[in-house]
């Protein structure tokens, strides 16, 4: 049960990294391209942050199935 809260806590914290990095690259999508090339540093970094949140994302809810699915198992 414990390991099923863990997964969900982290699952919905990076959740909700993700969504907020997504709504902060849409704004700086709507910036005039004259204005983007002084940034152009931090939008870079901010695509890195967020390919390695939803990367770790992908990472818990696949580990979080299988565990689910191996305890399953022992049940039977």
């Known amino acids: 049960m414990a390991g099923r809260e863990y997964c969900s806590t982290i699952g919905e914290e990076l959740e909700y ?3 907020r ?3 902060l690259s849409e704004k700086f ?3 005039p ?3 983007k090339y ?3 540093p931090h939008i870079e ?5 967020m390919t390695e ?3 770790r994302l992908c990472d818990v809810m696949t580990s979080c199935s299988t565990v689910e699915s191996l305890k399953g ?3 039977r």
């Open 17 to 19: 990294w993700s969504g």
């Open 21 to 23: 990095l997504h709504e």
């Open 29 to 31: 999508d709507k910036v």
């Open 33 to 35: 391209s004259i204005d």
């Open 38 to 40: 002084k940034l152009l």
């Open 45 to 49: 970094d901010l695509h890195i942050l």
């Open 53 to 55: 949140v939803d990367d």
């Open 73 to 75: 198992e022992d049940l």
